[in-house]
């Protein structure tokens, strides 16, 4: 079994290579839902979603989030109706988002719900929400504090971040499957996602971080730097704004005692790795193409990273 952490688009993208070398029965991802938030009434879990159109061949690929040509008609009468909203809601995904509100409103769980989404799009692998309490990601900056999308679409992450908090990860347990996943995996995967936004709401549930830890022989993380610079998103900015330098020695601290190893990409190699409690692998870590993510993937379980 091997299982992946992930938040959305990095993450997806080597989800995508992992689904191509590893049956999909023995592939389990953990998403962050941290992102999730609620739209014109309407439970949307962006990473959840991501992965899933993603492993069903619907993302854009360069985009990464939402359906490949999908159409905008609902949320151009939305606009009408509501004023000019700045989520961009496709009518395909907005499908998936009347799905989910209706069944959450039945009673069922959102792993229930996203498994069904998995069974209805043909998805082999098991797409487990980090939890089926709701956590919420926010964005303590010098704009005060913002919920995620708030931060991240709305604002363009233009706001500088001091902080980063998950509210309501205290009193949220994660979802069924998480920690036995995560104990009973030859390999366990944190994706290519901001460790901040994407994978620390997964860190902060209770159980998570000690799992983890008892695990980290078997836990490999993919730097979501290259160059000190990230593929995609505000994660660079954020340490910048953190007093923090951004490279891949951030990185490595940030999962020290919960990784033992830090794929980075060519030339990334922290000088002082000496002093690091991780192990430090050079492999071509940028995704956008499937043959990459299938490469790295094939990397990740092979004899060089699993044991
Ligand atoms: N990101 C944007 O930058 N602009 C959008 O309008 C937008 C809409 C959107 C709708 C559904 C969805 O699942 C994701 C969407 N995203 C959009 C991406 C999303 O904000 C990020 O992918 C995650 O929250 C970060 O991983």
């Known amino acids: 079994m091997i299982t992946l952490l992930a938040g959305g688009v990095g993450g997806a993208r080597l989800l995508r290579g992992l689904a191509a ?43 990464g989030w939402g359906i490949d040509g999908d159409t905008f008609r609902v949320r151009e ?36 719900v ?13 797409v487990l929400p980090m939890s089926d309490d709701p956590v919420r990601t926010q964005v303590i900056s010098d704009r005060g504090v913002l919920a995620f999308q708030d931060y991240l679409v709305r604002l363009r992450a233009q706001p500088a971040v ?27 995967v944190i994706a290519p996602s901001n460790p901040f936004v994407s994978v620390g709401p997964i860190l902060a549930l209770p159980g998570v971080r000690p799992a983890l830890a008892r695990a980290r022989a078997r836990v490999v993380a993919v730097s979501p730097l290259i160059g000190g610079r990230a593929v995609k998103g505000p994660l660079a900015d954020m340490l910048g704004a953190m007093g923090r330098k951004a490279d891949v020695g951030a990185i490595a601290d940030f999962y020290k005692g919960l990784a033992t ?24 870590i940028l995704l956008l193409e499937p043959a990459r993510a299938r490469a790295l993937a094939t990397f990740l379980c092979g004899p060089a990273v699993a044991r």
């Open 114 to 126: 996203t498994a069904e989404l998995c069974r209805a799009r043909g998805i082999g692998v098991r």
């Open 162 to 188: 001091r902080s980063v908090r998950y509210r309501g990860a205290r009193k949220a347990a994660p979802a069924a499957g998480v920690i036995e996943a995560i104990e009973n995996s030859s390999l366990v």
């Open 21 to 63: 070398v590893v049956p999909s029965g023995d592939l389990t991802v953990i998403v962050n839902t941290g992102d999730d938030d609620e739209f014109y009434g309407l439970a949307v879990s962006p990473d959840i979603d991501t992965i899933l159109y993603t492993l069903a061949d619907l993302a854009p690929l360069e985009r």
């Open 77 to 112: 009468e939305l606009d009408l109706l509501a004023g000019k909203g700045w989520f961009a809601l496709g009518d395909r995904d907005i499908a998936t988002h009347v799905y989910r509100t209706w069944r959450l409103r039945q009673g069922a769980t959102l792993t229930l």
């Open 261 to 284: 190893r830090l794929v980075v990409a060519p030339g990334d190699r922290p000088r002082q790795a000496a002093g690091r409690a991780m192990e430090i692998l050079e492999h071509d």
